[in-house]
C-alpha cells in the first residue's frame, strides 16, 4: 500500500497515454460486455428453458394446430405430470414496430406450469374472474405506461377485427433471464371469437416427473398419436428453443464472431501499449534497483501497474455496459431480455486481469532481471 | 501560403510502422461496418428481389403478411375480372392464388429441423413471376402431390434431392424440378400445387391466402385499389409486389442494422483511440518540426491544418484498405430466420456503392477527431523551448 503514491505517479506522468490506454481497455471491455448481452438475448430461451418441461407440437410445423382433446390424452401418459397450452395470438398494438408477443393461455393450468413468473393472487383471481382480461409482462407494461386496469385494443392479424382486453394483472419473473415481454389472456375467449375452426390449440407444455426420463417420455408422446391425423413431435423446452436460435442462422455468429475478433485486437493493442509505456522507463526502474528495490518488489511494482490500467479499464468499460443494457433494447422489442448477466461480469473480471498479468509480465519480468549497470548506461 | 502536401507524405514514410497500426484499425473498423451494413441490405435486397413491380398482391383487409391473411376464392374471381389484370393469349386474366404454409424438416448442416416455406400456387405462377425459371426436371402437374423446390432450399434441406420423396403434411410428395428465383426469397421455398396443398394442411377448400396478379402496367395498380376500395363485395387490401416484400424485410433489417452499427460504432471508439494514440506520438516526436515550421512562418491555423490533412489521408486509406478487404463478401450467402414470415432464408451479402461510402465518410469521421486534438497541440506549443528542448 506505501507503493500507492508512486503507482498513481506512474500512472499520472503521461496522462494522455493513461487516458488513452485505458479508454481503450474500456472500449474492448465494454464490447465484451455488449456481445456478452447480444449473445443472451439470442439465448435467452434455451437459458430459461425448464429442464421438467417438454413442447408438444403439430408434426408439420408449428403453424400447424392440435386438438384440445389432447389435453386429457397427454395426461394419461406415463411419465406426465400437468400439461398446459396455449395459442399464437400474433396482434398489433397501435403499429406493427410495437412488438411484442401474446398468447392466448389455459388460465387454469398455465400458472403452475411456469412458476418463474410471479403474479400476486388477487390479479390473478382478477383476470381468471373477467373473460378479456389480460396479464402483461413488467416489461411490456412499462414500455407503454400502461396501468392494471387499462383497456388495450389490440389489432387481429389472423383472428380478425380489433380485439379489447382489460390488464388485471403484471408478472414478474424470478431470474433477468426470463421474458417480461409477454401478453396473456384466456383461451377461452379466443375460441369463442375465432373466424377458424374452434377447440385447436397452438402447442402443449407438459411437465413430466422425471426430467431424465425427458426422451422416453417424448417418444411415448409422439408414438401415442402417430398415425393420428395430428401427429405431434416433442421435444425437450431447452431443444425446442434452441431449434428457434439455430434458425438464426448466420446472423448471430457474424456478429459474434466479428465483435471476438475486434475485441482480442483492441486487447492486444492495449497490451501492447501498457508494456511500451514499462519499457520506456527502464532506466527508471534500474534507478530503484540501485536504492535497493529488490528484483521481486520491481516485479510486484511493474505488474501493479499494467493490472491497474487493466483494472480501471475494465470496471468502467463493465459499467457502461450495464448502464447502457439500463436504458433498454435498443431494436424496439425485437430482443425481449437485454442484460448483463453476472456470468459475463465474471469473464469480464477474468479477461482484465488475464491481459493486465499477460501485458506486465514481460516487461516486468525484464525489469527484474535488470541489471542495473546496464540500464544506467543506455541512458 | 498552406504548408506543403509532401510534407505529411514524407512524414507517414517516417513513421511507417505506427501509421500502419492506426491505417489498420482503421481498416478493420471500416470492414466491419461494411460487412454489417451489407448484410442488411443483402436481406432486404433479396425479399425486394421477389417482388415485381409489373405484380400486386392482395391480402385479406388488415393482414400485414401472407401468413395472416385469407382470400375466398370467389373474391379472387372478381378480382381476377378487373380490366387492370393482365391476360395471357388466351384472355384469361393471368394470376397466382397462393396458399403458404411452413414445414419442419432438416437442416443439411446440422440435422434439426427449420422452417421451409411451402408455397402453394397456381399453374400461372411461372408466367406471373418471370424471374423464376425451372433449373432441373419439370413443373409440378396440378393435382399431384408433386412439388418443386428452389435453389437456396435444395441446398439447405436434406433430402432436397431431384427424384427424391419428401415427407411433410402427413403425405410423401416428389420432387419434379428445381427453379432459380435470381437469388430472392423464392429460392428459399418450395411450390406446389394450391389445391393439394389446402387438402394435406386440412384447411378448407377453395380458402387462399394470397392472390399474386399480374398487371397490365405498373401504373395501373392505383386504379386496381381504387377500383378494389369501392367494391363493396371485398374486404382486401392490394399493394405492389416490391412494397410488400420491402415490408417483410423490416424486422430482421432493423434488429441487423442495431446490433451491426452498435458494434461498429463502438470499434470506432476503439479505433479512434488508436489513432489518436498515432497522431499524439507523431506530434510528440515531431516538437521541434513543428516549432521550426512556425519559426518560418507558417501560422499555428496552417499547422493545425496540416496535421489533420495527415490523419484524414491515414483514415482514409484505411478505410480504402478495410473497403477492398471486405469486398469480395459480396455475394456470401447467409441464412437467418424471418420472423415476419416464420420461416427459414438464404441471403446473399450486398456491398453497394452507398454502402462502400458510408464506409469512407466513417473512415474520414474516425481519422478527424483522431487527428484534430492532437494537432492543436502541436500548434499550441510555444515555439522557443520547443527548438531549444531535446
Redesign the interface.
Same mark, same amino acid.
Not at chain 2, 434439426?112 to 422452417?115: E, M, W
Given at each position: 500500500m506505501k507503493y500507492l503514491p508512486l503507482l498513481l505517479a506512474n500512472l499520472g506522468r503521461k496522462k494522455m497515454r493513461t487516458i488513452l490506454t485505458i479508454g481503450s481497455f474500456t472500449v474492448a471491455l465494454f464490447l465484451f460486455g455488449l456481445l456478452g448481452v447480444i449473445d443472451m438475448s439470442f439465448n435467452q430461451g434455451v437459458e430459461v428453458a425448464g429442464v421438467d418441461r417438454l413442447i408438444v407440437r403439430n408434426k408439420t410445423s408449428l403453424i400447424m394446430p392440435l386438438p384440445i382433446a389432447y389435453k386429457e390424452r397427454l395426461g394419461q401418459i406415463q411419465g406426465v405430470k400437468d400439461v398446459t397450452f396455449a395459442s399464437w395470438f400474433g396482434g398489433v398494438y397501435q403499429e406493427p414496430k410495437n412488438f411484442f408477443p401474446q398468447f392466448a393461455i389455459d388460465v387454469d393450468t398455465y400458472r403452475g406450469m411456469f412458476p418463474e413468473f410471479i403474479i400476486p393472487d388477487q390479479q390473478w383471481e382478477d383476470f381468471a374472474r373477467d373473460r378479456q382480461g389480460c396479464i402483461v409482462g413488467r416489461k411490456t407494461l412499462e414500455r407503454f405506461n400502461w396501468k392494471i386496469g387499462d383497456r388495450i385494443p389490440i389489432q387481429a392479424t389472423i383472428y380478425r377485427g380489433l380485439w379489447d382486453f382489460t390488464i388485471r394483472g403484471v408478472y414478474d419473473a424470478k431470474r433477468e433471464a426470463d421474458d417480461t415481454t409477454q401478453f396473456w389472456f384466456h383461451f377461452n375467449y379466443l375460441n369463442e371469437r375465432t373466424p377458424f375452426p374452434k377447440d385447436y390449440v397452438g402447442w402443449y407444455t407438459v411437465r413430466i416427473h422425471d426430467p431424465d426420463n425427458a426422451g422416453p417420455v417424448a417418444k411415448a408422446v409422439d408414438e401415442r398419436f402417430a398415425n393420428s391425423s395430428f401427429e405431434t413431435t416433442t421435444e425437450t423446452e431447452k431443444a425446442f428453443m434452441a431449434g428457434f436460435v439455430k434458425q438464426f442462422g448466420n446472423i448471430k455468429l457474424i456478429i459474434l464472431s466479428v465483435g471476438s475478433v475486434v475485441m482480442f485486437t483492441l486487447l492486444l493493442i492495449t497490451g501492447g501499449n501498457m508494456s511500451l509505456s514499462i519499457r520506456e522507463r527502464i532506466n527508471e526502474i534500474a534507478v530503484l534497483k540501485a536504492i535497493g528495490f529488490g528484483p521481486v518488489r520491481v516485479l510486484g511494482l511493474v505488474l501493479a501497474e499494467s493490472i491497474g490500467y487493466a483494472v480501471i479499464g475494465g470496471f468502467l468499460g463493465l459499467s457502461l455496459c450495464k448502464l447502457f443494457t439500463l436504458s433498454g433494447d435498443p431494436t424496439n422489442g425485437l430482443l425481449p431480455v437485454f442484460f448483463l448477466s453476472h456470468e459475463t461480469v465474471l469473464y469480464g473480471i477474468g479477461i482484465t486481469l488475464l491481459v493486465g498479468l499477460v501485458s506486465g509480465s514481460i516487461p516486468a519480468l525484464v525489469a527484474m532481471r535488470l541489471n542495473i549497470v546496464d540500464a544506467m548506461r543506455r541512458v | 501560403m498552406a504548408i506543403p502536401l509532401i510534407y505529411n507524405v514524407r512524414s507517414i514514410q517516417g513513421r511507417f510502422s505506427s501509421t500502419l $497500426?492506426a491505417l489498420f484499425?482503421i481498416a @478493420?473498423?471500416v470492414a466491419?461496418l461494411i460487412?454489417?451494413l451489407a +448484410?442488411a441490405s443483402g436481406f432486404k435486397k433479396t425479399l425486394v428481389a421477389s417482388g415485381s413491380a409489373h405484380n400486386a398482391i392482395i391480402l385479406?383487409g388488415?393482414?400485414? !403478411?401472407e +401468413?395472416?391473411s385469407s382470400l375466398e376464392l370467389e373474391q379472387i374471381k372478381i378480382i381476377g375480372d378487373d380490366p387492370r389484370i393482365a391476360r395471357d393469349s388466351a384472355g384469361r386474366p393471368l394470376y397466382s392464388a397462393e396458399v403458404v404454409?411452413? *414445414?419442419?424438416l432438416p437442416?443439411r448442416s !446440422?440435422g434439426?429441423? *427449420? %422452417?421451409v416455406q411451402i408455397r402453394g400456387v397456381s399453374q400461372d405462377a411461372l408466367a406471373i413471376r418471370d424471374t423464376v425459371k425451372l433449373l432441373k426436371g419439370r413443373f409440378f402437374t396440378p393435382g399431384l402431390a408433386e412439388i418443386v423446390i428452389g435453389k437456396h432450399a435444395q441446398e439447405t434441406y436434406s433430402g432436397f434431392d431431384l427424384g427424391k420423396n419428401i415427407h411433410?403434411?402427413?403425405r410423401d410428395w416428389s420432387i419434379v424440378g428445381v427453379f432459380d428465383a435470381g437469388g430472392s426469397a423464392f429460392d428459399s421455398e418450395s411450390w406446389c400445387d394450391a389445391n393439394v396443398l389446402n387438402q394435406a394442411?386440412?384447411r378448407p377448400e377453395n380458402l387462399f391466402q394470397s392472390m399474386t396478379a399480374r398487371l397490365t402496367a405498373p401504373a395501373a395498380l392505383q386504379d386496381l385499389k381504387n377500383a378494389v376500395s369501392t367494391d363493396p363485395r371485398l374486404t382486401v387490401g392490394v399493394k405492389s409486389e416490391i412494397a410488400y416484400y420491402e415490408e417483410q424485410s $423490416?424486422?430482421?433489417t432493423? #434488429? /441487423?442494422n $442495431?446490433?451491426?452499427f #452498435?458494434?461498429a460504432g $463502438? +470499434?470506432g471508439?476503439?479505433a479512434i483511440? @488508436?489513432a #489518436? %494514440?498515432t497522431m499524439?506520438a507523431a506530434v510528440s516526436s515531431r516538437y521541434r518540426e513543428i516549432a521550426t515550421l512556425r519559426a518560418i512562418g507558417f501560422r499555428g491555423s496552417q499547422v493545425v491544418l496540416s496535421f489533420m490533412l495527415e490523419s484524414l489521408i491515414i483514415a482514409f486509406l484505411g478505410g480504402l484498405l478495410g473497403a477492398l478487404i471486405i469486398l469480395p463478401i459480396n455475394g456470401y450467402t *447467409?441464412?437467418? /430466420?424471418n420472423?415476419q414470415t416464420?420461416s427459414?432464408m438464404s441471403f446473399a451479402f450486398a456491398v453497394t456503392p452507398d454502402i462502400l461510402i458510408q464506409g469512407l465518410l466513417f473512415s474520414l469521421i474516425l481519422g478527424f477527431f483522431g487527428g484534430f486534438f492532437p494537432a492543436l497541440r502541436a500548434a499550441r506549443r510555444p515555439i522557443a523551448p520547443a527548438l531549444r528542448g531535446l
Open positions: - | $497500426v484499425s @478493420g473498423v466491419v460487412a454489417m +448484410m385479406r388488415g393482414a400485414t !403478411s +401468413m395472416e404454409v411452413i *414445414a419442419a437442416l !446440422s434439426t429441423d *427449420a %422452417n411433410f403434411g402427413g394442411y386440412k $423490416v424486422m430482421i432493423t #434488429l /441487423i $442495431v446490433l451491426g #452498435l458494434v $463502438v +470499434m471508439i476503439g483511440f @488508436g #489518436l %494514440n499524439y *447467409a441464412s437467418t /430466420i420472423w416464420f427459414h
